[in-house]
């Protein structure tokens, strides 16, 4: 899986770092990217992913935490609450141009989600955008329980 995730970022531009806990992971697409998340528990998935979304469209190591915005959603199910989520930070950034590098999520179960994104406004002297993410999908979208917890999402760039 690695050589697949660094062909990706070489093909892209891309620069992540892959820890050995394995937060998340860049995943294959044809004209789309997407993530592979993982965490000990569902809310640690659900703030990797987010992280991993970010990764994708600027290098987090320059975002720094002088502003918050709270969330709170409900979905049907956790699969659309995984969306939701995804794409209510996507909708930040797009409105309020906002990156954000740490999520803190409060209530996370099936059907409902509180949390709090901190970042910062994009200051193009320091940040350079990557990838221009335009929503998050249902393609391929999976949560996986078990030995830890994953989820996958593909963006729409």
């Known amino acids: 899986m690695f050589a697949i995730v660094s062909d990706i970022i070489s093909s892209r531009g ?6 050995m806990a ?6 294959e697409h044809t004209a789309d990217v997407g993530i592979k998340a993982y965490g000990t528990n569902m809310k640690e998935a659900f ?3 987010a992280r991993g979304l970010f990764s994708l469209m600027i290098e987090l190591d320059d975002v720094e935490e002088v502003e918050y915005r709270d969330v709170e959603l409900t979905a049907p199910d956790q699969e659309s609450l995984l969306v939701e989520w995804l794409n209510e930070l996507i909708y930040v950034f797009d409105v309020e141009n906002i990156i954000f590098r740490r999520f803190d999520i409060t209530r996370l179960n099936d059907t409902q989600l509180r949390a709090r ?4 406004k994009v200051d193009y002297s320091r940040h350079t955008l990557k ?10 979208l999976r949560i996986e329980r078990g030995n830890g917890c994953s989820v ?6």
């Open 14 to 19: 891309l620069s992540h770092s892959i820890s």
């Open 22 to 27: 394995r937060d998340f992971e860049i995943i």
């Open 47 to 49: 703030v990797n992913a």
């Open 117 to 120: 994104s901190y970042g910062e």
């Open 131 to 140: 990838t221009g993410v335009k929503a998050t999908t249902y393609h391929m």
């Open 152 to 157: 996958q999402v593909l963006f729409d760039i």
